[in-house]
Each structure stands twice: as structure tokens, then as C-alpha cells.
């Protein structure tokens, strides 16, 4: 088994490079918690775990970025309120920004950066 690296930023970002999407629980209150960090954001104790995320979600807020098509055209910034409950800011890629609407399913995939990334879902 590997050894983690020290801090939450450095284990969020080392289990994306091993393909995973991983937040964390709290073992004392049982909520889940984004971003990474070292004690309960609910309840202050130090027994977070780290879980699989479902990579379920919907469309929280969003705003359109936009760019000159040889820069990669407009995007959409987001944010993705997960089923577990915590809110993620992130890019829904796949749609065209004005055909996304608040409220619209989402799932995440980890692109080869690595970083979460959204899609609507239905699309490919």
C-alpha cells in the first residue's frame, strides 16, 4: 500500500492522480466536507475520513467565461452542489454555457490534468 502524502490538499490531489474522486466525512458528526482540510468544518473534531465521492450532482450557480475560439471558446464556471451534499467550484465541459441551466444533473469525471470536471448528464 502507498503511503499518503501529508496535508489534505496533497491526498485530494494524489487520489485524483490515481483516477479518484475522494472528499471527506466526518466520522464524529457523519457530514460530508469540501475542501480538504484538517478539522470538521460542522463540528470541529479532527476524524476525517476519506470516501469516494458519488460523482452526482446538479448545477448550483454558474457564470459564463468567454474567450476568442483559438483560446478554447466560452466555458461555463460552476458550481456543482455534490449528492453529498458540499458545493465544488469546477467546469461543466461537453454542453454549450447557454444551453445549461441551474438545477441541471451533472456528473464528474477527472480529466487527465487531473481535476474534476462536469458533464450534463446524457451527454457523452
Known sequence: MTE???????RFRH???????MIQRCEACGRHGFAPRVLCKHCGADRLA????????????????RQKPEKGGDYLYAMVELAEGV???????????????????????????????FRKEGTA
Do not use: N, Q
Not at 4 to 10: K, T, V
Not at 15 to 21: D, I, K, T, V, W
Not at 50 to 65: F, M, N, Q, R
Open 50 to 65: 476519506w470516501v469516494e465521492a458519488s460523482g452526482k450532482g446538479h448545477l448550483y450557480a454558474a457564470t459564463t467565461v
Open 15 to 21: 487520489h485524483l492522480a490515481e483516477g479518484r474522486f
Open 87 to 117: 458545493r465544488m467550484i469546477s467546469t461543466v465541459v461537453g454542453t454549450a454555457p447557454d444551453a445549461l441551466h441551474i438545477g441541471d444533473r451533472l456528473r464528474a469525471e477527472i480529466d487527465d490534468t487531473p481535476r474534476v470536471i
Open 4 to 10: 499518503l502524502p501529508e496535508g489534505p490538499d496533497a
